[in-house]
C-alpha cells in the first residue's frame, strides 16, 4: 500500500483521490480552502466541485501540506497556470524521489513548454508521470469505467503508477512517448472550443465532424515537430481525448465555445463557465508556436483570431472553407515522412 497524496481537491484532484483510494492505498486530499475540507471530511464528498461522488474511507481531506513530507506519490492537480508556482510551493517538503504525477494539460504561457518540463526545472531530483486522455471528473468519480495514459521518461516508473492506479473502472495504459501524450493532451483543448462555438452558431455534426477530423491533423503535425510520435495521436491521449471533449456536456471547453457561438464575449464566458478553460490559454501558446515553427494549423489560427482579434466567428468558418485546395492523405503522409526522416 503506497502513502498519496493529490494536491488540488477540485473536482478532478477528488475523482483521483477516490479511484486511488479505490484501489487500496492510503490517499491525503490536500486543498486550500478550510470551509470547502471541512464539509468534505463531514459530509463524506466534494459538495462544490463533484458532489454525488462519495469519498471512500481511506481519502482523508486536509489542508496540511506536511502531508507531502511522508507521500511516496504526489498527484498534481493543479490547472496548467498554476503548475511551476505549486512545484516552488512543495520543494522544501518533498523528499527527492517521490514521484510526481501531473494531470494538467497545457503549454505554460511564455516560455512554451510542457508542463512536465516546467516540473523539472523546478524539482530535477524527481520521477515525472504525466496522466491523459478521455476522463471527465464526473464520471471517474462516480466508476464509470474509464480508460487513461501514462507517460514517463522512465517506463519503471510510468508502471508503478500504472498499478498504483488500476482498477476494475480505471485502466491504465503506458506509453513512452511523454511529448505526444503531452502535446495531445493540450492541443485537444483548443479543437473542443471550437467544436463548441460551431454548435453555439447553429452548425450542425457534419461541421463537429471536419473540426475534429482536421483538427486532429493539426495536432499531429505540431506535435511530430516537436518531437512527438504520431501514433500517439491516434490513441487515448490523442483521438481519445479529442472526442470527449468536443462531444460531452461535461466538458468546459465545449461550453466556452457554445457561448462565444451565441454571442457572448470571452470576458463573460469565462465568468459564466466559473472555472479555467484551458482552451483559451493553449490557443495563444499553439498559436505562436506554429508561427514560429512554420507549421499549418489553420482551426487554431482561426480560434486565435476569434478569441483575441475580435474577428467575427462567421468570417473565421469563411476562412476555413476557402483555403486552398489540398489533397487529404497525402498532406499528412508527407509530413509525417518528412519529419520521420529530416
Request: aromatic letters at 4%; one cysteine or more; hydrophobic letters at 40%.
Amino acid at each position: 500500500m503506497a502513502k498519496v497524496t493529490v494536491y488540488g481537491a477540485g473536482s478532478w484532484g477528488t475523482a483521483l483521490a477516490i479511484t486511488i483510494g479505490k484501489a487500496g492505498h492510503e490517499v491525503s486530499l490536500l486543498g486550500r480552502n478550510p470551509d470547502d475540507i471541512s464539509a468534505m471530511s463531514e459530509k463524506g464528498e466534494n459538495l462544490r466541485y463533484l458532489p454525488g461522488a462519495m469519498l471512500p474511507q481511506n481519502v482523508n481531506p486536509t489542508i496540511d501540506l506536511q502531508e507531502l513530507k511522508d507521500s511516496d506519490v504526489i498527484v498534481l492537480s493543479v490547472p496548467s497556470h498554476s503548475v511551476r508556482a505549486t512545484a516552488q510551493k512543495i520543494k522544501p517538503l518533498i523528499r527527492d524521489k517521490t514521484i510526481l504525477v501531473n494531470t494538467a494539460k497545457g503549454l505554460e504561457e511564455g516560455t512554451s513548454l510542457r508542463l512536465s518540463q516546467v516540473i523539472a526545472e523546478e524539482l530535477p531530483n524527481n520521477p515525472i508521470v504525466v496522466l491523459s486522455g478521455p476522463s471527465h471528473a464526473e464520471e471517474v468519480g462516480r466508476g464509470m469505467p474509464t480508460t487513461v495514459v501514462v507517460s514517463s521518461p522512465d517506463t519503471q516508473v510510468a508502471e508503478k503508477i500504472q498499478d498504483l492506479m488500476m482498477t476494475p473502472k480505471f485502466r491504465v495504459y503506458t506509453n513512452p512517448d511523454i511529448v505526444g501524450v503531452e502535446l495531445g493532451g493540450a492541443l485537444k483543448n483548443i479543437i473542443a472550443l471550437c467544436t463548441g462555438l460551431a454548435d453555439g452558431l447553429g452548425f450542425g455534426d457534419n461541421t463537429k465532424a471536419a473540426l475534429m477530423t482536421r483538427g486532429i491533423t493539426e495536432i499531429t503535425r505540431l506535435g511530430v515537430a516537436l518531437g512527438g510520435n504520431p501514433l500517439t495521436f491516434a490513441g487515448l491521449s490523442g483521438v481519445g481525448d479529442l472526442i470527449v471533449t468536443c462531444t460531452s456536456q461535461h466538458s468546459r471547453n465545449r461550453r466556452a465555445g457554445v457561448a462565444l457561438g451565441q454571442g457572448k464575449s470571452l470576458a463573460e464566458v469565462l465568468e459564466e463557465v466559473g472555472m479555467v478553460v484551458e482552451g483559451v490559454r493553449i490557443t495563444k501558446v499553439a498559436y505562436e508556436l506554429s508561427q514560429e515553427s512554420e507549421i499549418s494549423m489553420p482551426i487554431t489560427e482561426q480560434a486565435y483570431y476569434v478569441l483575441f482579434e475580435g474577428k467575427d466567428p462567421h468570417e473565421a468558418v469563411a476562412s476555413l472553407m476557402m483555403r486552398g485546395k489540398k489533397h487529404e492523405i497525402e498532406e499528412v503522409a508527407q509530413f509525417a515522412i518528412k519529419e520521420k526522416f529530416k
